[in-house]
């Protein structure tokens, strides 16, 4: 029964390996971490600013969100990674001055992120067969 489980974990983790390495993972997944942190800090900390209480939340929610979907477009058409990819670095480097850029990790990680799925191409089929 034991052998049954490490035999049906290990298919489940080649079938994740396979599906990771069809799209830009890495990009994608730094562009929803920096979305999140974009939309989290500035509106978690905002009493702590010297500005005036809600300047930033609004734009943090929109810059963070705006990151989130196109980490998850990533993911969903790797086909448009290099637009998506460079949707991000825009929004990450808007998000600066907008934001705060989720005190500027969130813009350096979405910055990352679509360089990465920007540069992304996709594997050829010899490729991914001479892996096993």
Known sequence: MNEDRVAAARERWVAFGEWRR?????????????????AYLPAAYDEFLLFAAGS????????????????LLV???????SVLGGLGILVATVSLFGALGGFV?????????????FAWTAPDERDSSDDR
């Open 22 to 38: 069809q799209r830009p993972f890495w990009g994608g997944v730094l562009l929803l971490v920096a979305g999140l942190l974009t």
């Open 105 to 117: 990790v969130g813009s350096v990680l979405g910055g990352l992120g679509g360089i990465l799925a």
């Open 56 to 71: 930033f939340t609004g734009s943090a929610l929109l810059f963070g969100g705006s990151l989130v979907v196109c980490g």
């Open 75 to 81: 993911f969903a058409v790797p086909s448009l990674s």
